[in-house]
């Protein structure tokens, strides 16, 4: 089949198209040969360098990552084809998540949109717009669309990453409503509830990638709990039904105040227990309560990423070892250890020999329950290894 005549071409190096022969979506700067004319965010028509097309893809003229591939074939309508990628993730999720009215409907390259994500918060929808050519305004029409036609929400949110915008050199934008005027709401995961507020929280509200991690780390959940950087409380409202004690820790206090609020939501499910939130550095209070010799059944470890780039990868994997070491000597014999490193630099095996390295200096011995990754609404294309970043390790203290 012809390239449709009218896109602009994007010619790329044989390296650029050695990554796309390997299922990868994304080609670098780099490995641009020639893009004369080409206006910022347009849909193009890629080639080898001897002009072989090799498919459709959006453009960006300021990312480190030039090409991000829509299609090995030509592309006559975005816009259609826009709708008809939002209807299958939304039929993808329908087959994949149960137990919540919240979930990740668009997770970007892994639902083949490149730089745009929708999160569901019951009748909220959150949106996230990274890329030049989803922020063009005849895209973001076509995606309010397609979503409202589908999901019916109450209101359509847009959470701005200002960093985001100056890296693809978008003018500045305000967090807001795009669509509606409900902004808050509450939703449930697992049976526990949880409030949404549309413009406030970090990221896109909740961290819905731990959904399924939070359930699963449920089923081990026993004695004293402690959730260590807890945010709105994700770990500990889902092990406390199973616990006789628990404790939250953030440091901060925003989230804390949330966290005591879906605590308020789940009074039913709690059975008058009461949960302990503490605002403090988590690095310090474990290494006091180490001091301290306050011993836990069950403890959680969800950091902020610590490796941001690849360069950071020693550093984080000593930040993480700190932390698991000491956790480790805060475990009761039979204690859970629940993981968790959202860095994608940091891979499986990264963590896991990192984990094992806590467990010797600790002196302890470690089973391993489960691995786990994020939940099956951020799906993972296997030839795209960034679509993967999430490490949940459930372990117990033989
Ligand atoms: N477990 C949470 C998500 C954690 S996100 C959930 O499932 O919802 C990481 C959290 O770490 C954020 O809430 C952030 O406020 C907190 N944080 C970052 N640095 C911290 C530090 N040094 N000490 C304590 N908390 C920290």
Redesign the pocket.
Known sequence: MPQAPSLPTVKISPRGADRLKDGHVWVYRSDIVSTEGILPGSLVRVTDHRGKPLGTALYSSSSQIAIRMLSHDPVADFSALLRQRIGDAIAYRARMVQNTDAHRVVFSEADFLPGLIVDRYNDILSLQILTQAMDTEPVRLAILAELTARLHPAAIAERVDPRVRELETLAPRESGLLQGEKTSTTFTMNGVQFRYEALEG?KTG??LD?REN?AAAAQYAHGEAL?????????ALHLAPHCSQITG????RP?LEVADQNAALNQTLLKGKEIEWIE????DLLKDYATANRRYDII?L???PFAKTKRDLDAALRGYKELNLRALKMLRPGGILVT?SCSYHVSQSNFLEMLASAAIDAHRTLRLIEVRGQAKDHPILLNVPETSYLKCVIASLS
């Open positions: 970090q909740a961290f731990q939070y959730d260590v950087f807890c945010y709105q409380g994700g770990f820790v953030d440091s901060s989230a403090a550095n988590a690095f959680v969800d950091p902020p968790c």
